[in-house]
C-alpha cells in the first residue's frame, strides 16, 4: 500500500525527460517537498523521445476520451507557455497550426469518425471542418497529389498542431529551476545504476559514481529505459524503435509550404503516416507509428534503446526507409528528389493496451514508476507531472485508475513483443540493417 510522502519529504526523479520534468514541476509548485531530478546527460537529453524538432499536439484519439479530455485541458497551458515566451522575447513553443486528418477512397475510418463524434459531443465541434477533395486541394495545395492517391477526404480541426518539443523541455526545466527543483546531471553524478534497497523499501538510488542518493520517495520516469532499469516491469513495458526522416527544403518550396501546411496524418489507422510543415530551419519531418522496431540485450533478451549516443552512425532500418519513400511517391511525389538529411529511430515505451504506466511499484514501496508514454506522452508535457502527482499524493482520479499497474497475460505479452515488426539485431537480416547514407539519397 503506498503512503504519500509527508511535507518536508526529499523525492528523487530519475529521468529529465517530459514525464520527469512534468513531474517535478507539478511537485514543485506544491512548495512542500524537496525535489531532486538526476539524468545522465544535459537537458535536453540528447537521445530522449521528447528530444526533437517537432510533436504532435493533437485532441483527437478516436472513442479515448479520457486522452481527448486531458488535450483539451493542456491546450490551454500551451499557449499560456507562448505568452509566457513572448515576455522573454522568445519564439513561440507551441504552433497551433491545425490537425488535418485524411481519410482515403471518399471515406473516414472509424477511428476519424469516432474523434468527430467525440469532439462534438465535448462542445468543440465548432472548430472542425469537413473536407471534400477539391476543398482539400483549394485549401491545402501540398497535398494535391495526396489527393489523387486516394487521401480524398478529411477533417481539418483548428484546434492543435505541433509544439517544438526541445524547446518546451528547456522552457519546463528553466520553470522547475524558477522553482527550486535541484538538478544533478551528467554520466557519472547523474548517471543512475540501481535502486538502494532495505528489504522490500526503496530508500534511495545509487549514481555511476558511487554515490547513494537518500529519498523518501523515487519516481523512475526513464521512459524506454525503464524495462531494463527496473527488470521486473519488463513484463509489462517493451522499448520499441519508431522511425523518423527529415529533408530540407528548397527556398521555394520552404516559402509556399510553411505559410498554410498544418499536422497532418493519413488514414493512419491503416499506413502510420503523419508529419509536420517545415520548421524555421526549412526541416519537413515525416514519421510513421508502428509496432516498430527491437533490440534485444543478448545478456536477458529485454529490448533496449539504440539511439546515436551508443551508435553515433545509426540512420533507420532499410526496410522503413523504403516503405517511408514508397508511400512519399505518390503522397508528396517531391520528396523524391530529395535527399533524406537526417533519419533516426525515436524510442517510445510500449504497453500492451497504449495505456500509460503511472503506478506505484508492485512489489517495493516508496517507489512510483512513471512510463508507458507508448509513443503519445509529449503533447501533455503541461498538465501530465499534475496527474502524476496525484498518484504520488494517493488521490484518485479516472486516469490513476486508468494508468494503474495491471497484469498481461503471457499471450498479451508476446503478443506485443511479437508485433515488433523486426529486431536490430537480427542476423542476416538487410532489412533490419541500417540504411547506408547512399541509400538516404533519391534513386533518381
Not at 503511472?358 to 498538465?383: E, Q, R, T
Amino acid at each position: 500500500m503506498h503512503t504519500p510522502p509527508a511535507a518536508g519529504s526529499k523525492i528523487v526523479i530519475v529521468g529529465a525527460g517530459a514525464f520527469g520534468l512534468s513531474t517535478a514541476y507539478a511537485l514543485s509548485t506544491k512548495k512542500k517537498y524537496d525535489i531532486w531530478v538526476y539524468d545522465r546527460d544535459s537537458i535536453p537529453i540528447p537521445d530522449a523521445a521528447s528530444t526533437d524538432i517537432n510533436k504532435a499536439v493533437r485532441v483527437e484519439y478516436g472513442e479515448n476520451a479520457i486522452y481527448t479530455d486531458l488535450m483539451l485541458s493542456a491546450l490551454p497551458v500551451w499557449r499560456e507557455w507562448n505568452e509566457e515566451r513572448k515576455v522573454q522575447g522568445l519564439p513561440p513553443v507551441y504552433n497551433e497550426t491545425g490537425v488535418l486528418m485524411l481519410g482515403k477512397d471518399g471515406k473516414f475510418s472509424s477511428y476519424e469518425e469516432a474523434s468527430m463524434r467525440l469532439l462534438q459531443e465535448r462542445g468543440h465541434g465548432g472548430s472542425l471542418e469537413e473536407l471534400d477533395a477539391e476543398a482539400i486541394k483549394t485549401r491545402f495545395p501540398v497535398f494535391g497529389d495526396a489527393v489523387k492517391a486516394g487521401y480524398d477526404k478529411a477533417c481539418f480541426n483548428h484546434q492543435g498542431g505541433w509544439c517544438h518539443s526541445s524547446e518546451a523541455i528547456i522552457h519546463l526545466y528553466q520553470k522547475c529551476v524558477a522553482n527550486g527543483v535541484h538538478f544533478v546531471l551528467g554520466p557519472e553524478l547523474g548517471s543512475f545504476t540501481h535502486l538502494e534497497l532495505a528489504g522490500d523499501k526503496v530508500t534511495g538510488i545509487r549514481t555511476k559514481d558511487g554515490e547513494v542518493h537518500e529519498a523518501d520517495l523515487v519516481v523512475m520516469a526513464t521512459g524506454a529505459w525503464t524495462p531494463a532499469l527496473l527488470r521486473d516491469m519488463n513484463s509489462a513495458l517493451l522499448a520499441t524503435g519508431q522511425t523518423v526522416v527529415q529533408f530540407v527544403l528548397p527556398d521555394d518550396l520552404n516559402a509556399s509550404l510553411s505559410a498554410t501546411m498544418p499536422v497532418w496524418c493519413a488514414n493512419i489507422t491503416e499506413t502510420g503516416m503523419y508529419g509536420f510543415p517545415p520548421n524555421a530551419d526549412g526541416k519537413l519531418k515525416v514519421a510513421r507509428h508502428s509496432f516498430g522496431f527491437g533490440y534485444l540485450n543478448p545478456e536477458d533478451g529485454i529490448s533496449v534503446p539504440r539511439t546515436h549516443s551508443t551508435h553515433s552512425a545509426d540512420t533507420i532500418p532499410l526496410s522503413a526507409l523504403k516503405r517511408t519513400r514508397a508511400f512519399l511517391d505518390s503522397f508528396f511525389p517531391f520528396t523524391s528528389r530529395l535527399n533524406v538529411s537526417y533519419a533516426r529511430v525515436c524510442w517510445y515505451c510500449d504497453t500492451v493496451d497504449g495505456d500509460f504506466l503511472v503506478a506505484p511499484h508492485p512489489k517495493w514501496s516508496n517507489l512510483i514508476v512513471a512510463a508507458g508514454d507508448s509513443g503519445h506522452g509529449m503533447k501533455f508535457l503541461p498538465v501530465i507531472g499534475f496527474n502524476i502527482c496525484d498518484v504520488i499524493e494517493s488521490r484518485e482520479t479516472v486516469y490513476t485508475k486508468r494508468w494503474a499497474y495491471r497484469e498481461y497475460s503471457e499471450e498479451e505479452r508476446e503478443a506485443l513483443k511479437g508485433k515488433t515488426t523486426q529486431f536490430l539485431t537480427d542476423e542476416g537480416n538487410a532489412e533490419a540493417s541500417m540504411a547506408t547514407l547512399d541509400e538516404l539519397k533519391p534513386a533518381i
